[in-house]
Each structure stands twice: as structure tokens, then as C-alpha cells.
């Protein structure tokens, strides 16, 4: 049985358009700092394994602001429970001329065993139980975690809409926020959707 790894119903709802036999794991994993989604990801998804003992999917989303350098990007959850996403449209209203941005996603499996190579990308190291298990050679490189990428290129507006999560009222896509399409409109080009495409194409197989 696959479980993804949330606490929120609109993520798992777009999961089980994609995916068979889903179940949710609410579990608080520890969030590591960084200025990538794919280590967050994947730290999670081990994590996440050594807690379910089984398959776990993990995913790790953010707004990326081409004006703000990328800006809140690995840091969205953050900035959006402390500064609030009204907030981070005046700022983009105010600062920015050029208002495009996107919505990147970065899904994170693992369940214990080996990959084949692959386009998709492999993480195979784990280094924050290294450090905690004194740096050993080998800590924590017994859990690869496979990785799968989704991303959708829009612009920021004033906010929008009722439906949605996040940032989805301050985020247009093809003159549309995300938070005035249905669900179905929504999943079908959200980057989420697009990296869970990806990940149900190669689970089929696995």
C-alpha cells in the first residue's frame, strides 16, 4: 500500500486522480533548510519510510518569484503562514514589474529497496542521519529515494477565487488563478499533477 505523506485533503484528492490504492500517512517529518525542494523531499520520504515501513510518496511544493530570485521558493509553507499570501502579492505588486513566476513540485519516493538508472533522478545519500550517526561512511545511503519533477509557468495577480490551497488565489495561469478553476481544470496542468503523471507512469512498472 502506497501512503502520501500530508496532512492536507486537496493533496491527497489530486493524488487519487493519478494513483490507485493511496492512502494518507499524517506524520510530521522533520522540514530540513535548503535552497533546493529535492533534498527536503527526499529527506522526508526517508524519514517518512523508517516511520511506515513500507512505500512512502513525499512531496515538496513552492512558489518560485523570477523578480525575487526564485524568492519564497523552498521557504513557501514558511512565508505563507508568517507573512500570509495577500502579503506576498503586495510586495510583488509594489516591487516588481515583471510578475512571473511558477509553481514547482518535487514528489519523492521511497520503500526501501534499489532503483535501475533512469532519466529520473536518484538521491542516494541522506546526509543529515549521517551527521546525527557521527558522519559513518555509510549512514543512511541504504535508502535511495527516487525523485520526479512537475512545473507550471504563470504570473502573479491580485487575489482571486475561492477555491484551491496556498498560493493559489495570487497565481494565474493562462489568465486564470488556480483558485478559480475546478479541481479537475486545476489538476489538470498543476505541477503537482505533472509530477505525479510522471511518478503513477513509473510506478505502474515498478
Not at 494513483?19 to 499524517?26: I, K, M, P, S, Y
Not at 513566476?101 to 533512469?118: I, K, M, N, Q, T
Not at 557521527?134 to 502573479?156: I, M, Q, S
Amino acid at each position: 500500500m502506497l501512503r502520501y505523506v500530508t496532512t492536507n485533503d486537496g493533496k491527497l484528492a489530486e493524488a487519487n486522480e493519478y494513483l490507485d490504492e493511496v492512502t494518507r500517512l499524517d506524520f510530521d517529518y522533520t522540514e530540513i533548510q535548503a535552497d533546493d525542494l529535492a533534498p527536503v523531499a527526499a529527506h522526508g520520504a526517508r524519514e517518512a519510510y523508517r516511520r511506515a515501513d513500507g512505500p512512502v510518496l513525499v512531496d515538496d511544493a513552492g512558489l518560485f518569484v523570477e523578480g525575487f530570485d526564485g524568492f519564497p521558493g523552498p521557504y513557501s509553507a514558511f512565508v505563507e503562514d508568517t507573512l500570509g499570501v495577500e502579503t506576498v502579492w503586495r510586495l510583488a505588486d509594489a516591487e516588481l514589474d515583471d510578475r512571473r513566476a511558477a509553481f514547482r513540485c518535487v514528489l519523492a519516493y521511497c520503500d526501501g529497496e534499489p532503483f535501475d538508472a533512469s532519466p529520473d533522478p536518484i538521491d542516494r545519500a541522506d546526509r543529515v542521519v549521517a551527521a546525527a550517526e557521527a558522519d559513518t561512511e555509510d549512514a543512511g545511503t541504504d535508502l535511495p529515494v527516487r525523485l520526479f519533477g512537475g512545473v507550471v509557468r504563470g504570473k502573479l495577480v491580485a487575489p482571486r477565487g475561492d477555491g484551491g490551497f496556498g498560493y493559489d488565489p495570487i497565481f494565474a495561469y493562462d489568465g486564470t488563478t488556480m483558485a478559480e478553476m475546478e479541481p479537475a481544470e486545476k489538476n489538470a496542468i498543476s505541477h503537482r499533477g505533472r509530477a505525479l503523471e510522471k511518478f503513477a507512469e513509473w510506478y505502474a512498472q515498478r
